[in-house]
């Protein structure tokens, strides 16, 4: 896409500069392919930043939606509706608490990060404990739980309470709970972090902070607006981690494009909100409900999350056998995959993986997020690894002719 591209005019002539000139101009998609003004193709492997889980144009959200067209519109939040009914009972399900738990439709993952910020200061305690470094949002509540210090200091004060702790140190974590756990609200966190480059923690880190977290009665959050839905290989990266959170937050992938956002709060967290508590005009709405029990739908019968497993596996084994000299780690779970470099090349490797017709993305300069449609193929992941190796090499020589 060129400079004077139609679309890339008018996004400069018309749109808010909030996230700098778009790269290309999307025209159409199918399946992992999206095609550019230009009619070039591109294999997928972000999937709308990890939304699109079922692709583009999949047949399921297509008829469900239209079907949901021709029967009712918007109702907003005064009345009930069959496909917003039916969907929250699932969650409930495949949450799976034994505890009384509750849902609340929202649109995104910064509303549902929102929501649980709420929540927690329901608790009649104002701290909430939350990872330096993570990312929960750009919304004013979710950007205080965001713990990037540049996000936040343009849009001071935050909302007061937040104390941030090191990913993966849980005894940096029980030693900020102790100074004042009887006001500690909340520990907040997601299961792999995502933004700040797909770090994933000890195996037994979740539940540490759970049985910390149940000792003083202090809320358990998993922001899960990436992990969920399968994009790790199970609906909840934090149930098959072996442990229940008070609340969870989900968005990105459940609707399959449509925007969504859901909380779910199990035991007394489930309660806390009263008529008045909280409210959307959108959330929940048939459209956009529609689409998630389409995409539950078609995970379930195509059995999404064994394929996500077993594709996790084959994309992180083939990437580790190329044995690249610019890649120092691979990591992930399911098809939420980071690539670690030895240099800050991630801006220069989205450029070439484009020119190469694929869509990647640098969730820092050293890593690469790999997050593609759950239903890519064995064809589509050997393609882009075959193709890694050129655009590494391509990018890096392109960082050494920008400093000669």
Known sequence: MTSTSPLQQSWTNTMMNAYGTPALGLVRGKGCIV?????????DLL????????????????????DQLHTLGHTSNFFVHPPEAKLAERLVAAFGSDQPTRVFFCNSGAEANEIAFKLSRLTGRRRILTHLDGFHGRTMGSLALTGQEKKRAPFEPMPAGVEYFPFNDFAALQALVEKDPKNTAAVMIEPIMGEAGVKVPDDDYLRKIRDLTSRYGILMICDEVQT????????????????????????????GGFPIGAVLATGRAADFFQPGSHGTTFGGNPYS??????????????????????????????????????????????????????DAIGPLVEQAAR????IINAARP??????????????QIDQAVAALPGILDTASRAAAAAQS
């Open 47 to 66: 999937s709308g930043i990890a939304v699109n889980c079922l692709g583009h144009q999949h047949p399921a959200i297509i008829k469900a939606v239209t």
């Open 35 to 43: 095609e550019d003004e230009n009619g070039e193709e591109y294999l």
């Open 366 to 379: 050293n890593v690469l997020r790999i997050a593609p449609p759950l239903i890519i193929s064995n064809e």
């Open 228 to 255: 969920g839905v399968y994009r790790t290989g199970d609906m909840f990266c934090s149930r098959a981690q072996g442990v229940v959170p008070d609340v969870v937050t989900l968005a990105k992938g459940l609707a």
């Open 355 to 358: 020119d190469a017709g694929f």
């Open 289 to 342: 409900c529609a689409a998630g029990n389409a995409v539950l739908d078609t995970i379930e019968a195509e059995k999404l999350g064994d394929h996500v497993r077993e594709m996790g596996k084959r994309f992180m084994s083939s990437l580790a056998a190329l044995h690249l000299p610019m890649v120092t780690e691979i990591r992930g779970r399911g098809l939420l995959i980071g690539v670690e470099l030895a």
